[in-house]
């Protein structure tokens, strides 16, 4: 008798556990239709609507700057910032390659595989070494803090991670999408180049061109390196990868979306009073 | 004027409560270096950051960032070298690091 209570208790308490770490949760969300994607510019997915704007990630970036500069002239260092000079460009690009170099579907870029290989848009655009009056250790991890208590300690990346939560989950381990991924790299394997994973090849050391932060470029793309990138777009375009992959995340998207409503309000005012408030 | 321009923005955001002190569960942490996500410092000396905000370090010698899913910015008291690309490389000078931001 006592025996059959302990496992009813047991029982529940693992009921309790799964619905407290909403595993329930977990389940895979239904999709709809499938589009064939074979450009970059195709790729929208429901939750873009709710990332900020470039004007307000620049913003934001302005009343962080303004923040740390005052705070390192307070401590005697005047003119020293860590907004850099091309700011809304660097955002854009960011947001291009949010969409171009991912870990759910890896390295999307047509055009670009054909001209730079896995390399970004970045390179030779600007020198990434921001010279600043020195400050003492103390005073740039103060100064920089302050920075970022500035705009509440919100941090500003470009992608989905910004948002409450995180965002919505990435569908990287779902099963439509591992099974597309497997006929990717099936694809990849026949043509010589074995990866498992669609980020593989973009974090290949044979692939990697370290960027000199004085020159703001690295050395350029090799042929054999234009060969695989080319390979990679190729067996995406066959196998529909990022139309699958896209599909599926949004659907994770939808389901997140639902779920955080007050939260993303919550969100969007907040950027908004940040950004009313913001220096220009 | 740039001073006053901050201090009006900070003492904005604190009258309209928009002022949060930071324990975000997404938080700048040192971690082992086992995930190719990670943002990586190498120096001989190696460390790896995941999650995002900043954070106050001392690391002597790093010579190189390997950015991961991320992007940012290390800041030396001789200024800032940005890694605005994610899944990238960025080497140079050997220095002292003291301050880690990631996006």
Redesign the interface.
Same mark, same amino acid.
């Given at each position: 008798m006592r025996r059959a209570r302990v496992i009813r208790l047991a029982v529940l308490a693992a009921v309790a556990a799964v619905t407290a770490t909403g595993c329930g949760a977990e389940t895979e969300p239904p999709v709809g239709s499938i589009d064939v994607i074979t450009r970059e510019t195709q790729i929208s997915r429901p939750i873009d609507g709710y990332l900020p704007s470039g004007e307000q990630l620049r913003q934001l970036w302005q009343?962080r700057g303004?923040?740390t500069?005052?705070c390192y002239?307070?401590h005697g260092t005047p003119g020293r910032t860590?907004v850099?000079p091309d700011l809304a460009a660097?955002l854009r690009?960011?947001r291009q390659?949010d969409v171009t170099?991912t870990?759910l579907y890896g390295f999307f870029g047509p055009e670009d595989a054909r001209s730079r290989g896995y390399g970004?848009a970045?390179e030779g655009q600007r020198n990434?070494?921001?010279?600043?009056p020195?400050?003492?250790?103390?005073v740039?991890?103060q100064c920089?803090?302050a920075?970022?208590?500035?705009?509440?300690?919100?941090?500003?990346?470009?992608d989905e991670?910004i948002l409450p939560d995180?965002g919505p989950p990435s569908a990287t381990n779902d099963s439509r999408v591992t099974e597309a991924v497997s006929k990717w790299s099936a694809c990849m394997t026949r043509a010589g180049y074995p990866y498992q994973r669609p980020?593989d090849p973009?974090?290949d050391p044979k692939w990697?061109?370290?960027?000199?932060?004085?020159k703001g470029e690295g050395p350029p793309a090799t042929p054999a390196e234009i060969a695989a990138a080319t390979t990679d777009i190729g067996c995406k375009l066959d196998t529909n990868l990022v139309g699958v992959a896209v599909a599926v995340q949004s659907a994770y998207d939808r389901r997140y979306i639902a779920a955080h409503a007050d939260a993303l309000s919550r969100f969007k005012e907040?950027l908004l009073?940040?950004t009313r408030?913001?220096?220009t | 004027m740039?001073?006053t321009?901050?201090?009006g923005?900070?003492a904005?955001?604190s009258a &309209?409560g928009?002022?949060? *002190?930071?324990s975000?569960a !997404?938080?700048i942490n040192r971690v082992t270096c086992n995930e190719?996500?990670y943002t990586w410092l190498n120096s001989t000396d190696t460390t790896c950051w995941a999650n995002?905000?900043?954070i106050?370090v001392?690391l002597y010698g790093v010579y190189?960032v390997s950015s991961g899913? %991320? &992007?940012g910015?290390v800041? *030396?008291? *001789?200024?800032?070298?940005? !890694?605005?690309?994610?899944? %990238?490389?960025?080497? !140079? *000078?050997s220095r002292?690091i003291?301050?880690i931001?990631?996006?």
């Open positions: 009343v303004a923040a500069t005052a002239a307070e860590n850099p660097r690009i960011q390659e170099r870990r970004s970045f990434l070494e921001m010279p600043a020195w400050s003492r250790p103390e740039v991890r920089e803090k920075g970022s208590e500035a705009i509440g300690d919100l941090t500003l990346v470009t991670r995180g980020i973009l974090i990697q061109r370290p960027i000199s932060t004085q907040r009073g940040y408030t913001g220096t | 740039k001073k321009l901050a201090a923005a900070v904005a955001l &309209t928009m002022l949060v *002190s930071g975000d !997404f938080a190719n996500g995002r905000g900043t106050g001392t190189s899913n %991320n &992007t910015w800041a *030396s008291p *001789s200024g800032y070298v940005d !890694f605005p690309q994610k899944w %990238n490389i960025y080497q !140079f *000078s002292r003291d301050t931001h990631i996006n």
